[in-house]
């Protein structure tokens, strides 16, 4: 999967190809992916975001294991931000 961070906002730019990535280049975007190793022209990525965003999507992953984050099925926002709170603290727990 490929990320861009743009504004302090991470985007999936994986879908869109090589188009997308051209005009995100032009806007000064960070690129925080990984890359196949045979790449003709390898992209410069900075490691430290590189590493923060690997941390971001594992935490990420392990939230969407409950079953009332993945689906979403809290009424009003507030519960479904407490939720995410409560989720967290048994994550960091474990």
């Known amino acids: 999967?490929?990320?861009?961070?743009?504004?302090?906002?991470?985007?999936?730019v994986h879908r869109h190809g090589q188009g997308a990535k051209e005009g995100l280049k032009d806007r000064k975007a960070l690129i925080c992916i990984s890359?196949?190793?045979q790449r003709k022209e390898p992209l410069r990525i900075d490691l430290e975001l590189y590493k923060a965003?690997?941390?971001?999507e594992n935490f990420l992953g392990k939230?969407?294991?409950?079953?009332?984050?993945?689906?979403?099925?809290?009424?009003t926002d507030e519960s479904f931000k407490a939720m995410i709170y409560a989720c967290s603290v048994i994550i960091n727990a474990r």
């Open 1 to 12: 999967m490929e990320y861009v961070m743009i504004d302090g906002t991470i985007v999936n």
């Open 35 to 37: 890359q196949r190793p």
């Open 53 to 56: 965003r690997h941390l971001i």
């Open 63 to 75: 939230l969407k294991e409950f079953k009332r984050i993945a689906m979403r099925s809290d009424k």
